[in-house]
């Protein structure tokens, strides 16, 4: 795996010893760190360009009392680790205790194909380094950053792959300086915002516009909390995995997290359990493929609009307003429905608004009685949209291969900076280069697929979801690809599942774009800056 190694002083190396598992590694665990400073540590990541490592001595080290870990070495952890847990998990053994012991994990330099393998289980806590807010164009190590897988770079595709690549990234800096210098023009400074607001505000909209230009091999960091289980399961499914940079991957993070939880993750690689279970995931999904492609695959596919509710209970409301009765009434279930079934329609509403209650802002949500409905939704997007879409946990997502073949998106604002030609020219040479990669590597063809290109993946939610969903996506700072589709969803919901009651829950939704996505979120952020200095 290729893998651009940083470089630390003396001194770092000598601090970065006790919190980090290892110094030369692009996966690595935290340990000895209060967990609100792991925590904060993650959430700066996702805003910063800068590496977790890096990020902790520039930002972090200056207010830690580290005068009591000197003794202390993260990167000889095995053995520390094992003294620590092999006692509990030997003694108390059932899968349950797999649950209580939880790891800070950084997954760095790794491409936007897998993110989302990395990001796919319910149970743990993902934070990404954001498209929105850094720009793709510095380079690392004196290299763009796209992941450069070995076996393609070693096949008669390694040349052209890294001449399209870096053409493609070329392309995405000049527009994006392009766009930015179009929206300045366009959008005045307003009366009381200072420089550094504007120019923020302005640079982030810009990046929004010219994001779909960057491939998917595009790099980032990504920070993963979660229980031993979890990572477990995480694992199994990577060491399954297709792409060859997940089960790479999923070596290394092993290495590191049996330092910190070694006996959590015992059964991983043992060949008659983890390894069979590993290869059980393996045989289903390729076994499927190849059927599904015999009796499907030259199926011409229909034209489909971008959201298409699926598949929704006609009955959901009545249903819904009797899990609201539930637990405050003695009848059964079934009885329950039936008196609601004769309710009044303000009788209804009533009981509805009740549950719903004042809900002074989107985190006041209601309760589990709006989990007793779903919908399925058929979804067409950009594949931007998709990824920021995809990391919403509480629900059933699946995702077809990402392909140049249904299409792409060209937001207007580039249309209007005059970046339209660079635009559709990285578009051409992605689907060129993936068709050419496509024979001999179905998998890393993937990898040249710019992210302005469509995806086809369902989402299976519940209401309460929805309502979560539907709110946070459409908020002002929300990008407008995947605030079309959940504005959509939102319609959907209320004129052809017909369930207005659930819409109107949505008491938060915003429905008109502003003009600049950013700025209210930048005013406030110097505003707390200004107070605390």
């Known amino acids: 795996m290729t893998y651009v190694a940083e470089e630390f002083s003396s001194t770092e190396s000598d601090i970065l010893r006790r919190y980090f598992t290892n110094l030369d590694q692009p996966v690595f665990a935290l340990v000895n760190l209060p967990e609100v400073v792991k925590g904060a540590l993650f959430a700066r990541y996702s805003r910063s360009s800068k590496s977790l490592r890096r990020l902790f001595l520039d930002e972090f080290v200056g207010d830690l009392d580290v ?3 000197v003794s202390v070495d993260a990167t000889m952890g095995l053995a520390r680790a094992e003294e620590l847990y092999e006692k509990v998990f030997v003694e108390y053994g059932d899968d349950s205790v797999a649950q209580l012991g939880g790891v800070h994990l950084a997954c760095e330099q790794a491409s936007n194909l897998l993110t989302k393998v990395l ?6 806590s993902y934070l990404e380094q954001s498209t929105r807010y850094i720009a793709y164009d510095a380079r690392l190590g004196g290299r763009y950053r796209y992941h450069r897988d070995p076996d393609v770079l070693a096949s008669r595709h390694g040349t052209r792959y890294i001449g399209d690549m870096d053409r493609m990234f070329d392309a995405y800096s000049e527009a994006l300086e392009l766009v930015t210098n179009h929206i300045r023009t366009v959008v005045p400074q307003a009366n009381g915002d200072s420089d550094f607001v504007y120019r923020q505000a302005t640079r982030a909209k810009a990046l929004d516009a010219v994001r779909g230009m960057l491939p998917a091999a595009a790099t980032s960091n990504v920070g993963i909390y979660g229980s031993g289980q979890a990572f477990e399961a995480l694992l199994l499914r990577m060491r399954a995995h297709p792409l060859p940079e997940a089960r790479q991957y999923a070596d290394q993070m092993l290495v590191e997290l049996r330092k910190v939880i070694p006996s959590f993750l015992r059964r991983v690689d043992v060949p008659d359990r983890g390894g069979a279970w590993s290869a059980y995931l393996a045989d289903i999904s390729a076994q499927t493929e ?6 499907l695959g030259s199926t011409p596919v229909d034209v ?3 959201v298409e509710l699926v598949d929704y209970d006609p009955e959901g409301e009545t249903k819904l307003i009797a899990a609201i009765c539930y637990p405050h009434a003695a009848m059964s279930e ?12 303000d009788q209804r509403l009533a009981l509805v608004q009740a549950a719903v209650g004042n809900r002074a802002n989107r985190r006041h949500k209601p309760g589990r009685s709006f989990e007793r409905i779903e919908y399925r939704f058929d979804i067409l997007s950009d ?26 998106v060209r937001p207007s604002l580039v249309d ?5 030609p660079l635009f559709d020219e990285s578009m051409q040479r992605s689907a060129e280069l993936f068709d050419a990669l496509k024979p001999d590597f179905a998998q890393q063809a993937s990898y040249s697929v710019a992210m302005a290109y469509r995806l086809r993946y369902s989402m299976q939610f519940n209401a309460r979801e929805a309502i979560h969903l539907i709110e946070l996506r459409s908020s002002p700072q929300g990008h407008p690809s995947y605030r079309r589709v959940v504005l959509e969803m939102h319609r959907l919901i209320a004129e052809q599942a017909g369930h207005h009651a659930v819409a109107a829950a949505m008491s938060h939704l915003t429905t008109e774009a502003p003009e600049l996505e950013r700025l209210d979120s930048e005013r406030r952020a ?8």
Do not use: C, K
């Not at 594949?383 to 792409?408: C, E, K, S, V």
């Not at 110097?526 to 200095?533: H, L, Y």
């Open 290 to 295: 190849e059927l599904v492609d015999s009796l």
């Open 119 to 124: 990001e796919r289980g319910r149970l743990m």
């Open 526 to 533: 110097e505003a707390r800056r200004t107070a605390d200095a």
């Open 67 to 69: 005068s009591g870990d």
């Open 383 to 408: 594949y931007g949209a998709f990824r920021d879409l995809q990391r919403h946990r509480l629900m059933t997502i699946d995702w077809q291969r990402l392909t140049p073949n249904h299409g792409f």
């Open 304 to 306: 489909a609009p971008e």
């Open 416 to 420: 209007d900076a005059g970046a339209r």
């Open 334 to 345: 079934t009885q329950l429905q039936r008196h609601v079934a004769t309710m009044t329609v």
